[in-house]
Nanobody, 124 residues
Framework: VQLQASGGGLVQTGGSLRLSCAAS????????MGWFRQAPGKEREFVAG???????RYRDSVEGRFTVSRDNAKLTVYLQMDSLKPEDTAVYSC???????????????????WGQGTQVTVSS
């Protein structure tokens, strides 16, 4: 599975961006998908995920501001990011997990495929 993330950019505090993650596989329906981010000098961290049965999970700091969704017909997963803050600045990457867990994993090691990152910069 090849993943292609896009949609990053520069936005002011309080603004919005929508990231997309397009998959090359013929079907995405049996994969859980996750979004991770890594800021300079910091560890990669889980942001949000959606399982193969549609369950979602968010890190506390983005709960209520970010929304993860999937369109299996389009082989695409989205991350809608609203009310962005400077601390959301990072490189965002998407990942796919083929293990059919009911809930999307929060640990990077549980994901099998990764896309390249897309830069999100939030100015203050």
């Amino acid at each position: 599975v090849q993943l292609q993330a896009s949609g990053g950019g520069l936005v002011q505090t309080g603004g919005s961006l929508r990231l997309s993650c397009a998959a090359s596989r013929r079907t995405l329906g049996d994969y859980s998908m996750g979004w991770f981010r890594q800021a300079p000098g910091k560890e990669r961290e889980f942001v949000a995920g959606v399982s193969w049965i549609g369950r979602t999970r968010y890190r506390d700091s983005v709960e209520g501001r970010f929304t993860v969704s999937r369109d299996n017909a389009k082989l695409t997963v989205y991350l809608q990011m609203d009310s962005l803050k400077p601390e959301d600045t990072a490189v965002y990457s998407c990942a796919a997990d083929r293990s059919r867990r009911n809930n999307p994993p929060v640990f990077a090691d549980d994901y099998d495929y990764w896309g390249q990152g897309t830069q999100v910069t939030v100015s203050s």
